[in-house]
């Protein structure tokens, strides 16, 4: 089955770039998202990406994906406080599995 | 604004009680469902229903039921059987955009159990 994997933690300087990494083992995800939650709240869509590109790129917010070593990026340019959140990767072909969350910390 | 609403925001249960946690869309989409969400952890899914009348188990369905009887509407009851209730819950509907099945969820329904 599917499963994604991401790193628990990020914290960046505010002005900073922010990189947030993800990795997942089922190939066959046709499209891959990322999703935002603050604190107590759901989660937002923040972007996806279909499985046949390479990039995309969406004002602050660039997606990389490496189909090869199954690894999708989230690059947040110009990162604010208020980009302060859980960030989750998910993949999904029939259902969407999603990563553990990285917290990102935006200091001042 | 279109959009999903979730019932109650906070609640607290006695042990050997089942509760209801509301889910109510009003964006017309056919799917629903239901996470659950501990600390630390990603989301594990419920229950979802792609239609009316129908539903089926996700990875963690032991201890809870729904039911879909509108579209509106995707109630999530947890059972006195579900060992551990204590987490956060989120409701989500979906439609597909190009192809993309994206999900707008709910601000959640935090449970715990006294």
């Known amino acids: 089955g599917e499963d994604v994997e991401q790193s628990l933690f990020l914290s960046v300087r505010e002005g900073d770039s922010s990189v947030i990494n993800c990795t997942y083992t089922?190939?066959?995800?046709?499209?891959l998202y990322w999703y935002k939650q603050e604190p107590g709240a759901g989660l937002q869509l923040l972007t996806y990406?279909?499985?046949?590109?390479d990039m995309k790129q969406d004002q602050r917010l660039t997606v990389l994906l490496n189909k090869k070593d199954k690894h999708l990026s989230l690059r947040i340019a110009d990162t604010q406080t208020g980009d302060s959140a859980i960030y989750f990767c998910?993949?999904?072909?029939?259902?969407?599995?999603f990563g553990s969350g990285t917290r990102l910390l935006v200091r001042p | 604004d279109g959009g999903i609403t979730q019932s109650p925001k906070y609640l607290f249960r006695k042990e050997g009680q089942n509760v209801t946690l509301s889910c109510e869309q009003n964006?017309?989409?056919?799917?629903m469902y239901w996470y659950r969400q501990d600390p630390g952890q990603g989301l594990r899914l419920i229950y979802y229903?792609?239609?009316?009348?129908?539903?089926q188990k996700g990875d963690i369905a032991e201890g809870y039921s729904v039911s879909r009887e509108k579209k509106e509407s995707f109630p999530l009851t947890v059972t006195s059987a579900q060992k551990n209730p204590t987490a956060f819950y989120l409701c989500?509907?979906?439609?597909?955009?190009?192809?993309?099945?994206?999900?707008?969820f709910g601000a959640g329904s935090r449970l715990t159990v006294l």
């Open positions: 989500a509907s979906s439609s597909e955009v190009t192809g993309a099945n994206v999900l707008t």
């Open positions: 229903s792609q239609i009316v009348n129908d539903f």
């Open positions: 998910a993949g999904a072909k029939y259902k969407l599995i």
């Open positions: 990406i279909f499985s046949n590109m």
């Open positions: 964006l017309n989409h056919d799917a």
């Open positions: 089922d190939s066959s995800s046709t499209y």
